[in-house]
């Protein structure tokens, strides 16, 4: 790399969260093995550590997301932490004030953390760079760039799952082209040593070249999950419904919608995936997504311990999951 | 009863807290003597007790209400809940997610209670039937069905200033047709033993066969709050005013507004009660309800004392109220 | 004075905060000791005192300040206060409550605090004036009137980089006629000793007469910063740049706009100052903005000690710094 990565300190623990891209594998392990230790806080009667209690997360969402901000705000609480949740769209246009000002006085306000969530690519990596050296900043999804946090909960519920990711043939089907979802899974995927990584979808929703990235390409759903231990599938954005790159959603559903019977064809034992929220009869049938072999609710559930898992380490501190 | 209350566990001990219909005196008292445990943390200069700790309490606003909304935000604060507040309304329909997607999404982030306010009665009911097994339901208002914590508090407010409820008569006055509070009431009241029950409102305004309640029926408000003990005046919602039901607003306080005048012919010692907020002018008069008859903000006091019993009972944890 | 000022209670102590105005010198230099007391909590690794623990402040924004609110926010939450942010424009309006009862409601509900920004001048004191006896408020900013708790962090700035305010002197520069903030500054600044204290504005943002606060007149810039070893610059509100008073945001920089070039006509060690949002090029430069010069951030930080200190100090509490 000609710029080192601003993800990692001196001593190459985690600063920033950004990009799974470029973040050694060891580390990806260090986030599921923390994690790991966070799940059991959810199933306690007092759900909370006192790892981040007198810290400041500030959410910055530039672009709405319930389920995202949610998350985020539950893991800082139940790491004790005081959460400001800022609508930045809303208020910081209004006075007329830019983006750099808004940071520079959240940064005086004594934050600790920016959690960021933005419509353009590569925002959190521009605020990062530009962060007082006390402020970690962590991806909550940006453009079609990354989301590093949707890409650990992943691995950590197919890890979980699946036990390793050794022999593991994973599909990932859906809009690829527009997905951050999909190219952090890539690269974690990739990154944790998945042997057998396929993307699936219409050659208008695949980018040109992505098997630059180690993975195969696949038109045909049927051949795409064939003997699949576990199919992601992609949210379709309602945008791309009504757009030229699609014919109708219907059509869309016939082609690529995950059902019951052309599930059939991926592993007896595979599970299936889904970033939420579920478009039900769009790219995934509400038999499918309700059905035994859905994770899709037990990846919120791990979402919350690898968000806390991220936020933590992030902030320097050292382990200790015992009840505050 | 053809199907079990589904509020009360195997053991008889509240589980949801959906409606007064069909609960148990027992349980009302039981409530009441919780509140009666729980209201001088008010005082305290640590207005707070552990017992809800680690607990997430998600306030599911499907229909906007600053009142309840914030009283229910303060009671799970005091009871050391940490509290997602989501206004629904505007942040589901958004990306087209069912009511049932986003309540399984809030269960898998291990959220322990929902307060639901919405504007369908049977709403609560409906949720409360396919929550995971861990989560607790507390109606905060459904539609014209009930409002069983605006109840309890109403009957917490009457027990502390009346000791009994054995010889009262007490007169709710107004819109009882579209009102959930004067339901709640009723069944609270009749179920707490009052002998002398009356709905007091223009024809228009009582639902045919409300008698079979317990209670009696008065078109004309003196004869109807005729030597009550305590008067509940109903709010008129915006809504009716504009509607054929009524002349207008003028007409309505000329009829059932409550005056000073009209109140001497109460007990001399009557409580005036409103659910607010209040219609000045409209169904009462500034000087009654800001007299010394008037106890409407001790019912908003109470109410929090009210919800916290309701909310620590549904929650399982036995009352301690010492202070954290 | 005819009236005793709301202000104080029967022993001098801080019990509303409302103005600058009418307050001894005595007070605000207690103030700004307790602040100074206050300033390590934020580079602590825990950032809490459990001074305010079970108390309930609630944030009344009639005006929308993203800024003013968070800081309120963040000063409660460390001094461990459970906070209510209500949007009262929003809110109460809506079902047609007054004022009057929404203050009611809210003291029924046991706030013990509430923190007021308003349009109108005079609105923190008129709510102070009919509050319950237990409850604080504290000015946020009050139309053109005052902005107390601006002025204290301004103070305490200055405190912190010039020692002393015995021989400064200051300038305020722009807005003069419509600002809160130079209204509360010249009132504190005075009261604190400042010797020679200059208002520079085009004559049109000028209020007549205003020499008998104790400031000197100049509509120069360069005349008016000359020597000067403090530079505030106030916010040109957007509505002003429209109205007939200016010519024009352009003509307003080339005139009053703050340039490096021009601060070389004040001390050499002379600080920039501005409550911030800033308008970059209109009245300030970029370069003498971000310039090492400028304490803009400082403030905004030092904010935050500062509201802890009023907060505390009216809440009646005794000061004790140490980490909870």
Redesign the interface.
């Given at each position: 790399m000609a710029t080192p990565d601003i993800q990692l300190d001196a001593h190459g623990r985690l600063r920033h969260f950004l990009a799974i891209e470029g973040l050694p594998r060891a580390l990806l392990i260090q986030i599921l093995d923390q994690a790991e230790r966070f799940a059991p806080v959810?199933?306690?009667?007092?759900?909370?550590v006192p790892l981040l209690?007198?810290?400041?997360v500030a959410n910055l969402f530039f672009e709405?997301s319930?389920?995202t901000r949610?998350?985020f705000?539950?893991a800082a609480?139940?790491l004790s932490a005081?959460v400001?949740n800022?609508n930045i769209e809303a208020?910081?246009t209004?006075?007329?004030?830019?983006l750099a000002?808004t940071l520079?006085?959240?940064?005086?306000?004594?934050c600790d953390m920016f959690v960021v969530r933005h419509q353009v690519s590569g925002a959190a990596d521009y605020i990062a760079r530009q962060v007082a050296p006390h402020i970690s900043v962590i991806n909550g999804g940006d453009g079609r760039h990354e989301h590093p946090t949707q890409a650990m909960l992943d691995a950590f519920t197919i890890r979980r799952l699946k036990k390793s990711f050794d022999a593991l043939r994973i599909a990932i089907v859906g809009d690829v082209a527009h997905s951050r979802v999909a190219r952090s899974n890539i690269q974690a995927l990739r990154t944790l040593g998945v042997p057998d990584l396929r993307v699936v979808g219409p050659k208008t929703l695949i980018p040109p070249g992505i098997e630059a990235m180690g993975v195969t390409v696949h038109d045909d759903l049927d051949e795409g999950i064939s003997g699949a231990d576990v199919v992601i599938m992609l949210r379709l954005q309602?945008e791309r419904m009504q757009s030229a790159l699609l014919p109708s959603a219907h059509e869309y559903f016939r082609e690529y919608g995950l059902t019951a019977e052309r599930l059939r064809g991926a592993a007896k034992d595979a599970i299936v995936m889904h970033p939420?929220?579920?478009?039900?009869g769009v790219e995934i049938d509400s038999e499918v997504a309700d059905g035994t072999q859905s994770v899709i609710?037990?990846q919120?559930?791990y979402g919350?311990a690898v968000r806390m898992a991220v936020m933590s380490m992030a902030m320097g501190t050292q382990a200790q999951t015992g009840?505050?």
């Open positions: 959810g199933d306690r009667a007092v759900k909370k209690r007198g810290k400041t709405p319930t389920r949610t998350t705000d539950l609480k139940r005081d400001l800022l208020s910081s209004k006075k007329g004030e830019s000002d520079r006085n959240l940064e005086a306000m004594q309602q939420g929220p579920i478009n039900r609710l037990q919120v559930t919350i009840a505050a």
